[in-house]
């Protein structure tokens, strides 16, 4: 507020909250995503503050984010009404409510229980599983979903900058991608499962091979 000129404008971007529960991206939380946000409430900030939301824009970015547009109040851009139709969207369906994030944090461990159910068989089969891609958010996937050592056998990521690291808290040794052609698991976990149909397509030869992939998140595929 204090650096704006009288007809200057605040863009931003954020994740936005609405997109986090419906695509169930919890595990874009961490040290970098520690806030998710909805139009209402900054709405309120804004007002709060001498200033004023005029646009409003969900984009794709991140899984899901919130670009949005302010003024100081009275500023002379007319509100658009992006931001009216967002609010009343969220209202409908409730993101403010309390019921609508403990719904989010079920639905979680559903998964959760769900997927380790599935896990735990196909190693109790004498399966071997593998993990693809290393970004941040799969350390929060790991840990929460509990799938450590006993589980997974090892990661590949196509970073060199990751190889030859391991993955935090529970070890588990990064390997360059060709790691999949030569140890050969049954299985392939994709960790970075936003970008689960680039990666099946570009291992098409893993497959022909007999493996599978298996996609955690928004709900359990296996291909």
Known sequence: RELLSEDGVFSFEASYLMDVVDHTLFDMTYHEHLAYHSVKP??????ANGMEMIEATRVDSHGGSLRGVAQLKGGGRTVGASVGEMTALEEEKKLDRAETLVAFG????????ELGFLLRRLRGEGKTIAGFGAPAKATTLMHHFELGPDIVDFIVDDSPLKQGLFSPGFHIPILPSQAIYEQKPDYLLILAWNFAEPIMKKHQAFSKAGGRFITPLPQI???
């Open 221 to 223: 595929g296996i291909f």
């Open 106 to 113: 079920n639905k979680i461990n559903e998964i959760k229980k």
């Open 42 to 47: 900054l709405k309120a900030f804004f007002d």
